[in-house]
């Protein structure tokens, strides 16, 4: 595989892992941004469409988009599939919040904890006095056609449940404990009573009473945000007025998105990495082994050998890459690290993070002596014209395939290594050739050496001793000195000429070759 080619696809390979958690960090930060701006838009939605209702009479359907909204937010915070839905239901008996996990809610913001409780615990009987009660123009139903249009069998047994049996009932924060407190009292009075009839109303209060609660939740850890009776009705009067924004009650993703879901989102993230990094990492290798095989009619156990190895390093290195990268994108567009990072993208992150993490890793082979300080400064400098590069083919590719980004981006990401590779690469034989040339170091960038090398000298018949220093002793300086052979003029019979060239001896470092 060309040199160009190879550091064009390990930049490719690193970038990629680095690309696709950035963008998974990247999309959650959206994720919560949609479901808050969904809690807005619905809020002011329900708000304008029972306009001719007062607000106190308008508090509840608030109450309704608030708990299934935030609930939402919450889980995509948590990174649940979990859902609740706002079904506008005015039917009898029906659901307010339905769920995609098996749960009811039914809302009840009354004016007070009693009535609140009691409305959660009507059975059908009560809500048919409620009904005859109301003003009307016709003479009501009766009892019979009540309970056929509603199709309510005639069974103590059912007319004694509450109405929204089998749901849970949200009532305002503000109201729970009261609620409870009168509920566990309807306990105890029925407890004392005898009869079928009073053995069914005591079920029924306890079942409101075990399913009461403040909030829609799932019982897994995700739930909504609890609202009291006076936020209720202030929400209604900002929505009228126009200046509801979910920010001034805390709905902010900036204060949302707390480390736990960092780190969590980054987790995942590191794993998906180390997973591509396996990927990207053996294929290559794969491909070679194949090639050997076919070449040579039998495998190299040498090159399973760095399979192995290359596995091993290559997700370990992934994972961190992912982690990183995701973690960052997060931080910076939920506004940890100030509000001008909010809008960084993704793949620049990611970028940002493969430059930095090879420039670590170049400086820790300094400090071990592996690598020379000028090594590591060339590398660096490759790898910064690669990531613009990889950067540009990036956008490229995403503005060609618009309905494909990701795949657009990793193409065009590709292409740009490779290119940018093969540009570092001529770049630096341009330099090297230019000084090489000329004897300029362009600013110390180009070491120039003109010591002979020891192979050089042995050609021209030139012997060499190596002084011994003794160690000084009262400042004074003690040394053997050297035997010096003379040359035998005779022994010479013939002039050898040799013309020195000027070339690469090193890493930018041009010397006699």
Same mark, same amino acid.
């Given at each position: 595989m060309p040199s160009a080619f190879r550091q064009g696809w390990q930049f490719f390979a690193d970038a990629a892992q680095s690309g696709m958690s950035a963008r998974s960090g990247q999309s959650y930060c959206a994720d919560v941004e949609n479901a808050i701006e969904t809690l807005t838009k619905d809020m002011y939605e329900i708000v304008e469409a029972h306009g001719s209702l007062g607000v106190g009479q308008c508090k509840g359907f608030t109450a309704e988009v608030w708990h299934a909204d935030t609930f939402n937010i919450n889980a995509v915070l948590k990174g649940s599939e979990h859902r609740?839905?706002?079904?506008?239901?005015?039917?009898?008996?029906?659901?307010?919040?339905?769920?995609?996990?098996?749960?009811?809610?039914?809302?009840?913001?009354?004016?007070?904890?009693?009535?609140?409780?009691?409305?959660?615990?009507?059975?059908?009987? +009560?809500?048919?006095?409620?009904?005859?009660?109301?003003?009307?123009?016709?003479?009501?139903?009766?009892?019979? +056609?009540?309970?056929?249009?509603?199709?309510?069998?005639?069974?103590?047994?059912?007319?004694?449940?509450?109405?929204?049996?089998?749901?849970?009932?949200?009532?305002?924060?503000?109201?729970?404990?009261?609620?409870?407190?009168?509920?566990?009292?309807?306990?105890?009075?029925?407890?004392?009573?005898?009869?079928?009839?009073?053995?069914?109303?005591?079920?029924?209060?306890?079942?409101?009473?075990?399913?009461?609660?403040?909030?829609?939740?799932?019982?897994?850890?995700?739930?909504?945000?609890s609202l009291d009776k006076e936020t209720a009705e202030v929400i209604v009067r900002l929505c009228r007025e126009s200046e509801f924004k979910a920010e001034d009650f805390g709905i902010d993703i900036s204060k949302l998105v707390i480390t736990d879901y960092i780190f969590q989102q980054a987790l995942k993230a590191g794993y998906t990495a180390a997973v591509l990094s396996l990927v990207m990492e053996v294929s290559p290798k794969i491909c070679e082994a194949i090639l050997y095989l076919i070449k040579n009619g039998e495998a190299d156990p040498n090159q399973f050998k760095e399979l192995g190895f290359a596995a091993l390093n290559g997700a370990a290195l992934g994972f961190i890459r992912g982690y990183v990268s995701c973690a960052l994108t997060i931080a910076c567009q939920s506004g940890k690290l100030g509000?001008?990072?909010?809008?960084?993208?993704?793949?620049?992150?990611?970028?940002?993070?493969?430059?930095?993490?090879?420039?670590?890793?170049?400086?820790?082979?300094?400090?071990?002596?592996?690598?020379?300080?000028?090594?590591?400064?060339?590398?660096?400098?490759?790898?910064?014209?690669?990531?613009?590069?990889?950067?540009?083919?990036?956008?490229?590719?995403?503005?060609?395939?618009?309905?494909?980004?990701?795949?657009?981006?990793?193409?065009?990401?590709?292409?740009?290594?490779?290119?940018?590779?093969?540009?570092?690469?001529?770049?630096?034989?341009?330099?090297?050739?230019?000084?090489?040339?000329?004897?300029?170091?362009?600013?110390?960038?180009?070491?120039?050496?003109?010591?002979?090398?020891?192979?050089?000298?042995?050609?021209?018949?030139?012997?060499?001793?190596?002084?011994?220093v003794n160690e000084p002793k009262k400042k004074e300086l003690n040394y053997n000195r050297p035997k010096v052979n003379k040359l035998n003029r005779n022994e010479l019979h013939t002039l050898d000429i040799f013309i020195l060239k000027r070339g690469v001896v090193g890493v930018r470092r041009i010397g006699y070759v």
């Open positions: 609740a839905f706002i079904d506008k239901s005015t039917d009898f008996g029906s659901v307010d919040v339905s769920t995609n996990f098996d749960r009811n809610f039914s809302m009840k913001y009354m004016g007070s904890a009693k009535l609140s409780a009691d409305a959660q615990a009507k059975n059908y009987y +009560e809500a048919y006095q409620e009904y005859y009660k109301k003003p009307r123009k016709s003479a009501p139903m009766t009892f019979e +056609e009540y309970l056929q249009r509603y199709e309510i069998e005639n069974d103590p047994e059912q007319l004694l449940k509450s109405v929204y049996s089998g749901q849970y009932r949200v009532i305002p924060k503000d109201q729970l404990e009261a609620a409870t407190q009168r509920l566990r009292m309807l306990l105890k009075i029925e407890q004392g009573k005898d009869g079928a009839n009073r053995a069914l109303v005591y079920k029924n209060y306890l079942e409101t009473l075990e399913k009461l609660t403040d909030k829609v939740t799932d019982g897994s850890g995700v739930e909504s945000v509000g001008q990072f909010m809008n960084i993208q993704g793949n620049t992150v990611a970028a940002i993070t493969v430059l930095v993490m090879n420039t670590v890793k170049n400086a820790f082979l300094v400090a071990a002596g592996k690598m020379t300080g000028r090594e590591m400064s060339v590398r660096t400098e490759d790898a910064a014209a690669i990531t613009v590069a990889a950067l540009i083919g990036g956008s490229i590719g995403t503005a060609l395939l618009p309905q494909l980004a990701v795949l657009g981006y990793m193409i065009g990401s590709f292409v740009g290594s490779v290119i940018g590779s093969i540009a570092a690469q001529g770049k630096n034989a341009f330099i090297m050739a230019l000084c090489a040339n000329t004897g300029i170091t362009l600013f110390g960038i180009v070491d120039q050496n003109y010591s002979l090398s020891r192979e050089m000298i042995d050609s021209l018949g030139l012997k060499t001793v190596d002084l011994k």
